[in-house]
């Protein structure tokens, strides 16, 4: 048998043992006894990346359902601060539970939903366009009639703005007139 395999599996013995009392002598990291004292940016830039990639990898999730994930296991940790020994086993036990969570709401939609047969199309966003061009109709009936000729003819016909202007006026003046006309119409549509 390997050596490897050998410390393997004594390894993997000695983990099933309970664990040792910490001794104050023992090395290691330090926890802070209150959340507020705990580098989170450290935390995060140790293992955010690792519990992303783990997510995604092992549950097949998106890469913003996993940092979804993390950012909810990171509130987890927060609000259960006071109880936490180990803010790493913590982060990284409430993400895998949170990342299973998201695969089981992913697999139960993926069995409700019935697939899409090869001969329908995707639904036509045709109402969406329309209210739109309501909209933009709606408020450019509140410009007045010599804003609405030059917005035509600069918008619509694509002249520049002293072209598009009939009256013999500077072009700072149309410049000017033409951007409040642009301010009233933003306006309009909210």
């Given amino acids: 048998m390997p050596r490897?395999?050998?410390?393997?599996?004594?390894?993997?013995?000695?983990?099933?043992?309970?664990?040792?009392?910490?001794?104050?002598?023992?090395?290691?990291?330090?926890?802070?006894?209150?959340?507020?004292?705990?580098?989170?940016?450290?935390?995060?830039?140790?293992?955010?990346?690792?519990?992303?990639?783990?997510?995604?990898?092992?549950?097949?999730?998106?890469?913003?359902?996993?940092?979804?994930?993390?950012?909810?296991?990171?509130?987890?940790?927060v609000f259960a601060a006071p109880s936490v020994r180990s803010p790493e086993a913590y982060l990284t036990s409430v993400f895998l539970r949170e990342c299973l969570g998201a695969w089981r709401r992913r697999q139960e939609v993926q069995r409700r939903e019935l697939p899409m047969p090869d001969g329908f199309q995707k639904a036509d966003d045709a109402c969406e366009r329309i209210e739109v061009v309501c909209r933009f109709r709606s408020a450019f009936a509140l410009l007045s009639p010599y804003c609405r000729s030059v917005m035509r003819s600069c918008l619509l016909e694509g002249k520049s703005r002293v072209a598009g202007s009939d009256a013999p006026v500077s072009e700072g003046a149309i410049y000017k007139r033409y951007r409040k006309c642009l301010r009233t119409l933003a306006d309009a549509l909210g």
């Fill in 4 to 77: 490897d395999a050998v410390t393997a599996g004594s390894n993997r013995a000695r983990s099933t043992q309970a664990p040792a009392e910490p001794s104050a002598s023992a090395p290691g990291p330090a926890v802070p006894a209150d959340a507020r004292d705990w580098d989170w940016e450290e935390l995060y830039r140790r293992l955010g990346s690792g519990l992303i990639a783990m997510g995604r990898r092992r549950f097949d999730l998106s890469r913003e359902d996993a940092e979804e994930a993390l950012q909810r296991a990171a509130t987890a940790i």
